[in-house]
């Protein structure tokens, strides 16, 4: 059993950053996050597996927000430039203990195996 704990989210003004955080409790191999913003369906944002290749970006993001993960602390970070309104959202981390397609995975095509409880990302215009 992996518990997740997301940390980070809050209030910034459009054209901001935050940086938000994933601790795991024990090693995941597949780590992705999701967001979900009142009144729509649940969205993959970026994912990455902890083998080198590149991380997914779901198109919304790219060229804004950077994953990465630190394996000897279990921490997946998630860097958010460029802030949009439109990025307002919860924020969650989900996890795999198998290797994921990435691509399949940050697309929810998979069945999420470990949900943190997320954490909220306002962006106010």
């Known amino acids: 059993q992996v518990q997740l704990v997301e940390s980070g989210g809050g209030l910034v003004e459009s054209g901001g950053s935050l940086r938000l955080s994933c601790t795991a409790s024990?090693?995941?191999?597949?780590v992705g996050w999701f967001r979900q913003a009142p009144g729509k369906a649940r969205e993959g944002v970026s994912c990455?597996?902890?083998?080198?290749?590149?991380?997914y970006y779901a198109d919304s993001v790219k060229g804004r927000f950077t994953i990465s993960r630190d394996n000897a602390n279990y921490t997946v970070y998630l860097q958010m430039n460029s802030l949009k309104p439109e990025d307002t959202a919860i924020y969650y981390c989900?996890?795999?203990?198998?290797?994921?397609?990435?691509?399949?995975?940050?697309?929810?095509?998979?069945?999420?195996?470990?949900w943190g409880k997320g954490t909220p990302v306002t962006v106010s215009s």
């Open positions: 989900a996890a795999s203990s198998v290797p994921r397609a990435l691509r399949v995975y940050c697309r929810g095509w998979y069945d999420i195996e470990y």
């Open positions: 024990g090693f995941a191999y597949t």
């Open positions: 990455i597996n902890n083998v080198d290749g590149n991380p």
